[in-house]
T-cell receptor
Framework: TQLLEQSPQFLSIQEGENLTVYCNSS?????LQWYRQEPGEGPVLLVT?????EVKKLKRLTFQFGDARKDSSLHITAAQPGDTGLYLC?????????FGTGTSLTVIP | NAGVTQTPKFQVLKTGQSMTLQCAQD?????MYWYRQDPGMGLRLIYY???????DKGEVPNGYNVSRLNKREFSLRLESAAPSQTSVYFC???????????FGNGTRLTVT
């Protein structure tokens, strides 16, 4: 049983469109991280959110941590082909990281 | 900077064979982790080591053993491989607190 569920599992959109990926759990985490993974490589950290309700922006990417620290969302504005990849959320508790099921994003030029 | 190095990159085993996956990090991190990645399942923790000399089971430890050889190295052993262990295996390391995981590039293992 996955502690963190991500939706959607797959997403294929046209360049320039906006999208939101959701990461939901019934458990509380001390922080939540978002990673992006390209084929043949390991995941790479995009952002860490720590405080309930926190919003962080990274260029066209906006990350939000839920008020109760159980869920998070990633919003991409004006998606580019370079945004294509697997997006993973990870809840942190102590020194353990619990990963979501992943969202595979394809941005079509 | 090398970061986290995993070997081998690819491996094919027959059912019942054994092998060891090697992992080394050069970032002086205390914690090291072994994950497996399967389609639609995200990353699942096999074992982790919070510090040199300690290891703990994760979510899916059955069929695996680990050794934290020193602060740099953390190996994963399959004593008797099964087809259900066909997967991509990732090693990662982390400093403390909210520090991120740094991943290697994975080992793609096929058990026939």
């Amino acid at each position: 049983t996955q502690l963190l569920e991500q939706s959607p599992q797959f997403l294929s959109i046209q360049e320039g469109e906006n999208l939101t990926v959701y990461c939901n759990s019934s458990s509380v985490f001390s922080s939540l991280q978002w990673y992006r993974q390209e084929p043949g490589e390991g995941p790479v950290l995009l952002v860490t959110v720590v405080t309930g309700g926190e919003v962080k922006k990274l260029k066209r990417l906006t990350f939000q941590f839920g008020d109760a620290r159980k869920d998070s969302s990633l919003h991409i504005t004006a998606a580019q082909p370079g945004d294509t990849g697997l997006y993973l959320c990870a809840g942190v508790r102590g020194n353990q990281f619990y990963f979501g099921t992943g969202t595979s994003l394809t941005v079509i030029p | 900077n090398a970061g986290v190095t995993q070997t081998p990159k690819f491996q094919v085993l027959k059912t019942g064979q054994s092998m060891t996956l090697q992992c080394a990090q050069d970032m002086n991190h205390n914690s090291m982790y072994w994950y497996r990645q399967d389609p639609g399942m995200g990353l699942r923790l096999i074992y982790y080591s919070a510090s040199e000399g300690t290891t703990d089971k994760g979510e899916v430890p059955n069929g695996y053993n680990v050794s934290r050889l020193n602060k740099r190295e953390f190996s994963l052993r399959l004593e008797s491989a099964a087809p259900s262990q066909t997967s991509v295996y990732f090693c990662a390391s982390s400093d403390e607190g909210t520090s991120p995981l740094h991943f290697g590039n994975g080992t793609r293992l096929t058990v026939t």
